[in-house]
């Protein structure tokens, strides 16, 4: 149906357009019912519902209803699966419709920059290509039903630590190749109905006012389309903030910022333009919901299984020695740890749902399995019991094989606070290294938002990272460990050695400026171009079956910055056992137009193949794969030369390369003057004869004109020294060393200004 709502706004008193600009509460929107304004419901969050009504609150401490909590995104993105998303998104979709709720509060596609982010749980990935994908998948599924989704939290916000007050100081190219893709990709792929800006300054502006974002980047640079809303209690200056292009304040200010809106107008500080824009961008997606209402049943069984399905597919296997997993049913088995029975499968704060049950792996196994089971240690605390300890080694040292359910308790990571180290806690790691002694055949099942440190991992046999698995994690978990299900899912994120080895070490946390000083060094990109060690790299993980790359195709290897080229593998399961490989491409620029990544991830897709089969997987690159962001153009940039193509099956296994010769048009503006060396108009293809010829007299005069020079001399000055020194001389030099008047040099600058 459609609404006139400009001519609804017509109708609205300035009071009531300024109400519309922050929630009546803290989860609705205001109604106006003299003009059909319906009132509607935003709800929490990325991986489920929870849906409070009559208490308000943004950090899960009071009940909420009885929901599906689905695997968090530190999960759900190692499925590598673009359709598993889509497809997730469309359940939260019919849940929202079934709960009467108009937006979800999420996906949340901040970059993983340290292990530490108490909320990196809720999180896609370190890699903003990756995180970009994923989320449009999700955000085209949940708005597939006519439901809206806020991408969060926009943006460069990375840290719990000060999280409302503090400024992230990152240059544009940082911000621009590692912290926005990922909202950019979803704008551009699946336009969300609204945006959640974040609560932290960038560069000393606060996000919620930041009209450089929020309308030069997000509306201009993307297109973006709906409306920005505030996380909750973000606003700084509410006027500002309108300007600068938010539209809803949420939650409600009781008023307050309401007031101010219509006193700026009324003295004429804000034009009512403004305000009108606004309300009409709130409109239109309040209508859209209420346009398309679809009552329908809460699935919550289906619902559940779902749950379980995208956990399977996203499970990480990271080592199997000696083919130790998957276990048979007539092996006796220990299960070890608090987590094997009472699992911790989401996170604290506000994405922390009611689930309406949760399963666990000791309840999972199939019936004929011998599994004997000991706490060790609780799963909710840091406390090594003597009596509950030397039961796990009993049980470890009867059985013929141990699987030890280790992982952080709630209280070591959640919104609002950071980790301040990234170990498990001490009487896991303890009891681990006992059982090891005794039981060689030991598997590790982590639960965990982030990766930990791992002191034992060279004497385990087998390691499954479930990561937070949702409320049927316990049951996925226990389908992977017995063969049911053949794990599939590749680290969405590196596994550093040590928490000191991650880039920003140095500069994660303190202070009311975070300073971005690794730049676009992020994850992978840092570590693989460190030739760093680390536990696991980004995109890796184990099958129970192997595969085979082949037949490497690229459809144009000269291709220009206009084209879009086809890269093609063939991929063929080699084992026994059906399985899924996801395949990854990585560009490698070797151009040296700027210091950038040793690669980066440009395109992946997750393949299904029975024993013996092989497939056909395709991918696409275009202008955008090769280029970095150049501040000077204003503009993504891809320089003329060779681009290596490498198909891998992670960052640090690349199986197949090819290469390209990228013939780009697109130049870096070049403005000569006296500071401009030899070398770089040697480099430029329009000023390389006049950087000869200058050569030539620079060198002549350095000789006196003279042809030989004397022994020692030639001894002295080598060919590459003269090389190095005519690279890096400023056409200044050429006064002292060259015998070039200023009058001629300016001349000659004057000149080849005109060429470039």
């Not at 309401?258 to 034009?271: E, H, M």
């Amino acid at each position: 149906m459609e609404h006139d709502l400009k001519k609804i706004i017509s109708q609205m008193t300035l009071e009531e357009k300024a109400g519309m600009c922050s929630g009546l509460d803290f989860w609705h929107l205001k109604h106006v019912d003299r003009l059909g304004i319906p009132e509607v419901m935003v709800s929490d969050g990325p991986h489920g519902l929870r849906k409070q009504d009559d208490k308000g609150d943004h950090l899960g401490m009071n009940d909420s209803i009885k929901a599906v909590c689905f695997p968090p995104a530190a999960l759900s993105a190692c499925s590598f699966d673009r359709k598993l998303m889509e497809e997730m998104g469309e359940t939260i979709g019919r849940e929202a419709q079934a709960n009467d709720v108009s937006v979800v509060l999420g996906p949340a596609v901040n970059i993983k920059r340290s292990p530490l982010c108490g909320r990196n749980f809720e999180y896609y990935s370190e890699d903003p290509y990756l995180a970009g994908e994923i989320a449009a998948a999700f955000v085209n599924g949940v708005q597939s039903q006519h439901v809206g989704t806020s991408i969060k939290h926009f943006a460069a916000n990375n840290q719990e630590y000060h999280r409302m007050s503090n400024s992230s100081e990152a240059d544009e190219r940082t911000l621009r190749e590692i912290y926005f893709p990922a909202f950019e990709t979803a704008v551009k792929k699946a336009q969300p109905y609204t945006f959640m800006c974040s609560y932290n300054q960038i560069n000393g502006t606060f996000a919620s006012e930041n009209k450089w974002l929020l309308t030069d980047v997000l509306r201009g640079d993307w297109g973006f389309k709906g409306y920005v809303m505030s996380d909750w209690g973000a606003v700084n200056d509410r006027v500002k903030g309108l300007k600068a292009g938010l539209e809803l304040e949420m939650p409600s200010s009781n008023g307050a910022n309401d007031a101010l809106i219509v006193q700026a107008v009324k003295n004429g500080s804000l034009k009512e333009e403004i305000l009108d824009q606004a309300v009409e961008r709130i409109l239109r997606i309040i209508f859209e919901y209420a346009d398309n209402r679809a009552p329908q049943e809460f699935t919550m069984e289906k619902d559940h299984e779902e749950a379980q399905r995208i956990a399977e597919e996203s499970m990480v296997l990271l080592k199997n020695n000696a083919q130790i997993l998957p276990l048979k049913t007539n092996e006796k088995i220990a299960f070890i740890g608090g987590f094997a029975k009472k699992p911790r499968f989401q996170g604290g704060g506000s994405s922390h749902i009611n689930c309406f049950k949760i399963t666990n792996a000791l309840d999972s196994v199939p019936s004929d399995a011998q599994v004997i089971y000991a706490e060790g240690f609780p799963a909710d605390k840091d406390l090594y019991d003597d009596t509950l300890a030397a039961e796990a080694l009993k049980a470890a040292g009867e059985a013929d094989k141990a699987v030890i359910f280790a992982g952080l308790p709630d209280s070591f990571e959640s919104e609002g606070y950071d980790r301040s180290h990234m170990r498990l806690p001490n009487c896991q790691n303890r009891l681990i290294a006992e059982i090891l002694k005794i039981q060689p055949n030991t598997v590790i099942v982590l639960h965990n938002g982030s990766p930990v440190e791992m002191p034992w991992l060279s004497d385990v046999k087998g390691l499954l990272e479930a990561y937070l698995g949702g409320q049927a994690g316990g049951a996925a978990v226990a389908n992977i460990l017995y063969g049911k299900v053949n794990p599939s899912g590749k680290l969405a994120e590196t596994m550093p050695l040590k928490l000191s080895d991650n880039p920003s070490y140095l500069n994660f946390g303190g202070g009311e400026k975070v300073e971005y000083r690794e730049g676009v060094f992020v994850g992978y990109r840092y570590y693989d171009t460190k030739e760093m060690d680390v536990a696991y790299p980004f995109g890796y993980g184990l099958s129970y079956t192997t595969f085979a790359y082949s037949n490497l195709n690229i459809s144009n290897g000269n291709p220009t910055e206009k084209d879009t080229i086809s890269v093609s593998v063939d991929v063929t399961n080699t084992g026994d056992m059906a399985g899924k490989e996801v395949v990854q491409l990585y560009v490698k620029d070797c151009t040296n137009s700027a210091i950038r990544p040793e690669k980066e991830l440009k395109g992946f897709e997750k393949v299904t193949l029975e024993p013996g089969e092989t497939k056909t997987v395709t991918m696409e690159l275009d202008k955008r794969s090769f280029a970095w962001y150049n501040t000077d153009l204003h503009d993504w940039f891809a320089a003329n030369g060779e681009y290596k193509l490498l198909i891998g099956a992670s960052s640090r296994d690349i199986r197949l390369e090819g290469k390209i010769q990228l013939n780009s048009s697109q130049e870096i503006p070049m403005h000569v003057h006296m500071n401009t060396t030899l070398g770089e108009l040697f480099r430029n293809p329009k000023t390389s004869e006049t950087a000869k010829e200058l050569t030539a007299s620079y060198l002549s005069a350095m000789n006196d004109g003279e042809e030989s020079a004397s022994e020692a001399a030639s001894e002295a000055i080598s060919e590459e020294m003269t090389l190095a020194m005519t690279d890096s001389m400023p056409l200044r030099a050429l006064m002292s060393f060259g015998g070039f008047s200023r009058e001629e040099l300016l001349s000659i600058i004057e000149k080849l200004n005109k060429l470039v």
